[in-house]
T-cell receptor, first 111, second 115 residues
Framework: AQKVTQAQTEISVVEKEDVTLDCVYE???????LFWYKQPPSGELVFLIR??????QNEISGRYSWNFQKSTSSFNFTITASQVVDSAVYFC????????FGKGTRLHILP | EPEVTQTPSHQVTQMGQEVILRCVPI?????FYWYRQILGQKVEFLVS????????KSEIFDDQFSVERPDGSNFTLKIRSTKLEDSAMYFC?????????????FGEGSRLTVL
């Protein structure tokens, strides 16, 4: 069965600090996709990244970076030099037929 | 850029009333989904739809819920007799491909408040 675990329910950091959001997944499939979504206070789901199971290269996009470790079934997300606008709930998700979301991590960036 | 659109953005209804949430998926997409997010909780899968029929549904998707694609463009979620616990944000999504192929594109959500 699919499962996505985001152990950190809530994190608070001071602006400009780096922060890493953890995600651990379970699946029996050999082919799958992993995602991160951002949900700001306005409520919409903002797509951040998709990574397929065959591509373990880490990715960097501006202040965002993702570390995919298949050996530990983890797909962690790091925000470098955090900003107040990064405050949101962040969801990690796994897809084989449908997307299954983790419970989310609420991130507070304090000015 | 093509996008999934949902209406209404917010609906308030009385308990027991019927509600229809509408979605216009991206035009060349073939797979359609509804997800639900109760305030402060995780986003939960409700149902997937392909080739004019339900392909999978969760235990949440009971007899009070139904989906249809009445005219080839809209994809609707109907709740026949709303309950207080149906209050949530409902997200529609569509995908060009099945399974691991094909990214899901989400709409901005419809917030349902049941009084």
């Amino acid at each position: 069965a699919q499962k996505v675990t985001q152990a950190q329910t809530e994190i608070s950091v001071v602006e400009k600090e780096d922060v890493t959001l953890d995600c651990v997944y379970e699946t029996r499939d050999t082919t799958y996709y992993l995602f991160w979504y951002k949900q700001p206070p306005s409520g919409e789901l903002v797509f951040l990244i998709r990574r397929n199971s065959f591509d373990e290269q880490n990715e960097i996009s501006g202040r965002y970076s993702w570390n995919f470790q298949k050996s530990t079934s983890s797909f962690n997300f790091t925000i470098t030099a955090s900003q107040v606008v990064d405050s949101a709930v962040y969801f990690c998700a796994l897809r084989d037929d449908k997307i299954i979301f983790g419970k989310g991590t609420r991130l507070h960036i304090l000015p | 850029e093509p996008e999934v659109t949902q209406t209404p953005s917010h609906q308030v209804t009385q308990m027991g009333q019927e509600v229809i949430l509408r979605c216009v998926p991206i035009s060349n997409h073939l797979y359609f989904y509804w997800y639900r997010q109760i305030l402060g909780q995780k986003v939960e899968f409700l149902v997937s739809f392909y080739n004019n029929e339900i392909s999978e549904k969760s235990e949440i998707f009971d007899d009070q819920f139904s989906v249809e694609r009445p005219d080839g463009s809209n994809f609707t979620l109907k709740i026949r007799s709303t309950k207080l616990e149906d209050s949530a944000m409902y997200f529609c999504a569509s995908s060009q491909g099945q399974g691991s192929i094909g990214e899901l594109f989400f709409g901005e959500g419809s917030r349902l408040t049941v009084l």
